[in-house]
Each structure stands twice: as structure tokens, then as C-alpha cells.
């Protein structure tokens, strides 16, 4: 199930929490407010809120969704009439641009929203944008924010079903679902693969998001990266060694940001010091190994323009993933099952 | 050193009350008469003279009033969050008789006359007695001392940078040599802020799972055992403030044992949550220090049993509800305290059989009141009734009935707990009822 989460900003109760499990301090009351007999609005904020049901009807309906795309009218009727908001406080090109697309090939109405230029830059809270948007009655929702739990707030203040599109450090389970869908489709399988993630594991919302994806569908993960840029506790293998990739089927390679480095952080020495020890270059990748990478790349960092480039790479195939999982997402939060056959009906266009 | 609305005093009989004092050994039913805000007898039930108010305290706990040393009453700066007035009530509400307020206000109180201002506002406003701590150094900023001396004839009870830690080991070796001419001990914000820095959790599995930046235990501990090693040295006394992690907890239990003249203090909220609760985001268990792992609450709760940790403190830190209403990481350290800290440690630490009631009632008052110098609430005759009857079968939520406070950011917003105030005297005067 895609968890209700009206209330997850809303005092927890802790009645049960001593020495007890993290799960009873998300509170499962449902708000007074809420009109009985109404199902619990879906929203897509974290992939630890996903059942392994949950992926594979999502990837499916992409999958559905990608076939649709290879008509010659490539928009369908499903959304129309609804609207979705885009509400982006960080600057992004692949995702809110794929998202955009994504409910406008679903025919929804689409308004964008970004902080610059907006209210935001004369200081509103986020609440408070929220609640503008929230005036129009959009459908969806769709955010991204700098900080962890943004998209928890708008869905306590707003009506709408809330997208998640990264939130600080925490979450970008759409990237996580697109990238799955992408492994799908290229390797024919998912359980069972092994993938190494390499890079900036601390700071990578990328990476919490796919952790947790790639335990719901049995994927092995090998986490490799300089130790300070490793957090010990999360759930998975670490190396520091990058010859820790060697038996990978995929190695999947994070952003390497530059303002890791500054003055009194020091989590590597230089990027000079991090591409020879961890950048990924033809000579480290076996041969058949595939290559992925969220973007944007840092080419020369993190990764050799020629690994990216090369036929191994499955880099501009998750872009390509991006648009119909975020088609699937949308499509799903809204109506909450599997694609009919009435919704791959192409609109006729006059 | 105390400060409040002088004047009014009662005369009441408390009747039929299990009279709990720790200190002076008494657990056992009995009428208390107070006369003029003294108390002026203890007895078995008799005949009692009618010709003033008598409270019928069957199946009620009558015992010593709270002290709490850490309380934020963002005055001046932020009446908007809390005043002296709407604090010192809350604490009455409590259960408190006294309250030591923290200099971190804007301005600072770090100057005779700050002071000396306040002293003149709790003089027409507070409910119960204040004490004011005054800034170890200028603004806080850590660079060189306040006129400590002057600010200890003006009233400060003791010294510290609480929000701040002093990050200088020479200043405040320094501070500790100068402190010992006042003789007031110093409150000690323990942190070091390169390892604490941009942490908003502490540095475990949530922190990791969840993308928070890490605040680490040792972040806390290698400051608390510089600070212990410093005192030590001087000879200085000093206050820690805060604790949270297991390993602060044994630097103190090793200092105390070596001889160093140091105490310290746990919050509610680091003894009965861990940092599981911000798996929920909620703003409201957003606080500095940050809530621990499992082992560190145990540690703390140990601490408290075995005497290593002499006070319970609040650490009540009201924040304005539009600063709580966005996401944790925007949000302002700090939760509110004074009015759910006896039934949140009754319901979660004294019921389930973790904490004995006396030890509770003891690190609640007698405790603090040792620490900071201030006459230890007693039910004694002679004594000036500083008293608290609690209901202990009482059931309430938190936030149903609005809070005196201010501000809202509890961390039990909604939680049901055991356990009420029902009557508060301070200073021998009923200020909650």
C-alpha cells in the first residue's frame, strides 16, 4: 500500500515507543477532518513506503506507458481535466522537465512553479505557498525541495496527492523507480543483480532511495566511496576499495559535489585525489559491466566521458525511463491501480 | 538570588495527603497546615480548625515543589514565544517553585544592567521564583568574559552560554579561575562545534537512513571531558548541561568519583524518546542536544538512579509556531518542558517500574536546588511552603487543554499521560489550583 501520510507531521504518540519499535512513532490516526468512508489519499513520498506489489504494478504500467509512446499521437486522454502543480525549490532539468511531460502526454493541465522568481524569493513559508497552490484544488502535487520532509508538510496542508521529486538528502523514489525500470528493461531481470553504487553515498538522495528499492526487489548493493563519504550504518555492503566494483553486474556512479569540498569539510582531500582513487574509467569497468548515473555528471570527476559514453552505458536510457515511470507515478497516485485499457485510448486530436 | 511577585502568602490545610519527602524521610499520610505561607504543622488527621481553607488531598501525593534549572524564557527578545509572566505560570502549572531562566536572549544577558532589568520585570511579573543565569562571556560569542563579579552582586545564580558551547579550552579555563571569586558555578553547553557541525540528528542508523546531516555522541563527550579535565585542574564547579550520550555520562561519573566538584542534568525527552521519533519529521522532536540512540537513554536513566545525574531539567525552549511549521530542517532547536515534565516521567519511567517515585521527586527538586545554592523545597515545620500535590491515577492529553506557555512546540502534543499537578505553592503561596 502507498502509506497515508496526512498525519505524519502531526504529533506522534509515543505510548509504545520505550524500547520499542521505530514504527510507533508514526502515528496511524486518522485525522479528525478526514470524512468518513473516504479512502486515504495516495501519495508517492518515499520508496519505504512501497510494498514490492507496489514496484512491480509501477513498473508495469510504465512499461505500458513506453509502448504507448511509440504511436504516432503520442498523448493519451487519461488525465485530462486534472491538474498538476510543479513546485520546484531546487534547480533540476531532468525531473522537472520529464515530469512536465509526463502529465502533459497524460493530458493534466501543468503549472510549474519554481522559487526564483516566486514568492518564495520574498520569503513565504513554505506552508504558506502551499496553501496558494493548494487554493487552485490541483490533482497532484509534484515537489522538490532542499529539505527532508517538505513533501510531508505540503501533504499535511494541502488536499492534493504529493509527489515526492527529491527532498534534500532523504528521498528521490521517482529516480529510484526509473532506474529500476530501467535495469528491467535492459537485463531482463532484477533479482538477483549486483549493483555497486560509488561515490557520495552520505549526501545522495539518490542512493537512500535506491537502497531501499533494491532490497524490495532482491538486488544485491555494494556501497563504495571514501569513508567519510560512507555512513556506517545504513544497510548495505561498504568498501572503500573500488576494487569492490569487480563483481558488480552495474556500476551505478554518484554525483561527486564540489562543495564537499570546501574549506573545514574536507571529506577528500581534492577531486583530483577522488577521480584517481574512485572515478570510474574504462580500465576499472570489467567488460559487459553497464554503467548508470542519475545526473548531472561531473564527466572527468566521478565518471570518463569515455564510460559514459560508451555502449555499456545505460545513461540516457534512464532519461528515457524517467518520462514513463513519472507518467505511471502520476497516473497511479490518482487513480491508484493498474493501467485499463480504456486509459491507452490516443486522444483524438481535432 | 530568587525574584518574583512578592507579597501574597496563604493559610491552608492540606488534607490526608501521602506526604513523600525523600530528603527528609517521610512517606506516610498526613494533615499539612500552613499559616502565612509557613508550614506551620504536620500531623496524623485530627480535628482541624475550620476557620480556614482546608483541601481534602485523599489518594493525593503532597511533595516538595519542583526546582528547574534550564529554562528558556525568551526575555527579552522574543516575548512573542514567551515572557516572564507566561513562562514562570506554565512552571506553576508544573509543579515548579522555582526556575532558573538562561541568558541566550537578545540581547544577551551579559551586562549589569540586562540583568538588573529583568530582576525588575520578575519583580512585577513572575509567578513563581526566578533565578537568572548570566552569559560566561560578551554576547556569548566566546571571546572574552562578562564582568562576572558585578552580574553576581546584580543576581545571577550562575554562568553559562547554553546555546552555545564555549569553544575556547583557554577562555574557559579562564572563566573557570574567575567564577571561583563569585561563587557560582558554571553551566556548560558541551559540544564541540567542528564535530557537531550542520547536525540536526544524532549521527546513527536514522540519521543515515533518512539523510540527515550527524550530530555524533562525541561531539557531546569530548567536550564534556575537556571541560571536567579543566575543572579538575582550577578546582572549579561546574554544571553540565543536557547530558545525552552514554559516554558523557561516565566522564561525569568518573570525574565525580576523582573529585572534581561537577554535576549535571537530563531532560525528559532524552530519558523517554530516542531517535526513532524523527523518523516521523516531526519539528517537535527537533532539539540540541539531539535525541539519542537506545544504549545513551539507558545510560541517562542509569545516571539519574544512581546519582551520577543529581537534576531533571526542561530545558523548556518555546518556539513560535511559524518557525515549527516547516521541514526539520529549517526548524529551530527546542521543545517546551515545564508543564508535562512530572507526568511525562511518571507515565513512561515511574509506572512501568524504571524509576522509583522518590527518586523522581527527589532529582525534581532537592537535586537542583543542591546544585545551583537555592533553599531546598522541604516539608518541614518551619519551612516556607514550597509544595506540589500531584494526582498520580489522573489521565490527560497533552494540548487539550491549551498551555500556559506561549508556544506549543511539545514534543507530547496529543500523548496520553498519567499523572497531574493539582495544586502548586511557591514561595507559601497557592499559584496553581
Known amino acids: 500500500m502507498i502509506r497515508l501520510v496526512k498525519d505524519d507531521l502531526r504529533p506522534p504518540d509515543w505510548a509504545g515507543s520505550l524500547g520499542g519499535d521505530a514504527t510507533d512513532a508514526r502515528p496511524g490516526r486518522p485525522r479528525a477532518a478526514e470524512p468518513p468512508g473516504r479512502p486515504p489519499k495516495r501519495h508517492f513520498l518515499s520508496v519505504g513506503d512501497l510494498t514490492q506489489a507496489d514496484v512491480e504494478r509501477l513498473l508495469d504500467t510504465a512499461h505500458t506507458f513506453e509502448a504507448s509512446l511509440e504511436r504516432h499521437v503520442k498523448k493519451l486522454p487519461t488525465l485530462k481535466g486534472h491538474l498538476v502543480v510543479n513546485l520546484f525549490y531546487e534547480s533540476s532539468t531532468r525531473t522537472s522537465s520529464s515530469f512536465e511531460l509526463a502529465a502533459k502526454r497524460l493530458s493534466a493541465d501543468t503549472l510549474t512553479v ?49 509527489v515526492n521529486a527529491g527532498d534534500g538528502k532523504h528521498q528521490h523514489p521517482t529516480q529510484a523507480l526509473l532506474d529500476l525500470y530501467t535495469l528491467r528493461e535492459e537485463l531482463g531481470r532484477l533479482g538477483g543483480l549486483h549493483v555497486a553504487i560509488v561515490g557520495d553515498v552520505l549526501h545522495s538522495r539518490v542512493a537512500r532511495s535506491l537502497l531501499q528499492a ?47 569540498m570546501e574549506p573545514g569539510a574536507s571529506f577528500v582531500p581534492s577531486l583530483r585525489e577522488y577521480t584517481a582513487r574512485w572515478g570510474i574509467t574504462p580500465e576499472r569497468l570489467r567488460p559487459g559491466q553497464r554503467v548508470m548515473h542519475p545526473g548531472p555528471m561531473n564527466r572527468g570527476v566521478e565518471i570518463d566521458p569515455r564510460a559514459a559514453d560508451s555502449p555499456e552505458s545505460l545513461i540516457t536510457r534512464q532519461v528515457r525511463s524517467g518520462l514513463v515511470v513519472r507518467m505511471a507515478v502520476l497516473y497511479d497516485v490518482l487513480t491508484g491501480g493498474p493501467v485499463g485499457v480504456q486509459a491507452l485510448t490516443a486522444v483524438e486530436v481535432a | 538570588m530568587l525574584f518574583w511577585k512578592n507579597g501574597h502568602v496563604d493559610t491552608l490545610t492540606i488534607r490526608r495527603a501521602r506526604v513523600v519527602d525523600p530528603t527528609e524521610k517521610i512517606d506516610e499520610i498526613l494533615d499539612v497546615t500552613i499559616e502565612d505561607g509557613i508550614i506551620t504543622r504536620l500531623g496524623s488527621s485530627g480535628p482541624s480548625r475550620l476557620e480556614h481553607r482546608v483541601v481534602d488531598a485523599e489518594g493525593l501525593v503532597l511533595a516538595p515543589a519542583f526546582v528547574d534549572p534550564h529554562v528558556h524564557l525568551r526575555t527579552p527578545g522574543r516575548e512573542d514565544e514567551e515572557t516572564v509572566a507566561s513562562g514562570t505560570a506554565a512552571a506553576a502549572a508544573g509543579g515548579f517553585c522555582a526556575i532558573l531562566a538562561m541568558p541566550n536572549t537578545e540581547p544577551v544577558v551579559d551586562s549589569a544592567a540586562t540583568l538588573g532589568a529583568l530582576v525588575e520585570t520578575a519583580r512585577h511579573e513572575a509567578e513563581v521564583p526566578v533565578g537568572f543565569l548570566a552569559a560566561i562571556t560578551r554576547g556569548q560569542r566566546g571571546d572574552e568574559l562578562t564582568e562576572m563579579g558585578e552580574l553576581a ?213 532537592a537535586g537542583p536546588a543542591r ?60 499559584v496553581h489550583a
Open chain 2, 153 to 365: 552582586d546584580t543576581g545571577a545564580v550562575a554562568f553559562s552560554d547554553d546555546g552555545v558551547p564555549v569553544a575556547s579550552a583557554g577562555l574557559m579555563r579562564r572563566a573557570l579561575q574567575y567564577a571561583s571569586v563569585t561563587d557560582r558555578p558554571l553551566a556548560l553547553h558541551c559540544e564541540e562545534p567542528t564535530l557537531s557541525r550542520g547536525g540536526h540528528v544524532h549521527e546513527g542508523r536514522v540519521a543515515a537512513e533518512l539523510g540527515f546531516a550527524g550530530y555524533p555522541s562525541v561531539a557531546e563527550s569530548v567536550a564534556v571531558e575537556r571541560d571536567l579535565a579543566l575543572a579538575g585542574y582550577e578546582g572549579g564547579r561546574v554544571h553540565v548541561l543536557h547530558l545525552s550520550a552514554a559516554e558523557s555520562v561516565d566522564a561525569l561519573r568518573r570525574a565525580r568519583e576523582a573529585g572534581v566538584a561537577a554535576s549535571g542534568e537530563a531532560t525528559p525527552h532524552h530519558l523517554v524518546l530516542t531517535d526513532d521519533a524523527v523518523r516521523s519529521l516531526d519539528p517537535n522532536v527537533k532539539m540540541n542536544p539531539p535525541l539519542r540512540a537506545e544504549p545513551d537513554r539507558v545510560a541517562l536513566l542509569d545516571g539519574v538512579r544512581d546519582g551520577t545525574i543529581e537534576a531533571v531539567a526542561t530545558d523548556h525552549a518555546p518556539h513560535a509556531a511559524q518557525e515549527k511549521e516547516v521541514p526539520f530542517e529549517a526548524a529551530p532547536f527546542g521543545v517546551t518542558g515545564l508543564e508535562t515534565a512530572f507526568a511525562a516521567l511518571h507515565t513512561h519511567l515511574v509506572r512501568p517500574g524504571l524509576l522509583p517515585l522518590e527518586t523522581l521527586l527527589e532529582r525534581m527538586s
Open chain 1, 114 to 162: 519554481k522559487s526564483a522568481g516566486s514568492s518564495v524569493d520574498k520569503g513565504e513559508s513554505l506552508k504558506d505557498t502551499a496553501l496558494t497552490l493548494g487554493a487552485y484544488d490541483p490533482d497532484v502535487i509534484v515537489i522538490r525541495h532542499p529539505q527532508i520532509g517538505a513533501p510531508q508538510l505540503v501533504a499535511r496542508v494541502t488536499e492534493a496527492h504529493v
Open chain 1, 214 to 260: 533494491f532490497a524490495l526487489v532482491g538486488i544485491r548493493a555494494t556501497l563504495v566511496g571514501p569513508p567519510a563519504l560512507l555512513p556506517r550504518e545504513l544497510p548495505a555492503e561498504a568498501s572503500t576499495d573500488i576494487e569492490a566494483i569487480r563483481d558488480a553486474d552495474v556500476v551505478y556512479v554518484l554525483r561527486m559535489q564540489n562543495e564537499r
Open chain 2, 371 to 430: 546544585i545551583f545554592g537555592l533553599d531546598r523545597p522541604r516539608v518541614a515545620v518551619g519551612a516556607r511552603a514550597n509544595l506540589v500535590l500531584l494526582d498520580l491515577e489522573r489521565e490527560w492529553t497533552v494540548g487539550e487543554e491549551p498551555f500556559r506557555s506561549r508556544s506549543g512546540n511539545s514534543w507530547l502534543l496529543g500523548s496520553r499521560l498519567k499523572g497531574a499537578v493539582r495544586m502548586t505553592l511557591a514561595a507559601g503561596s497557592v
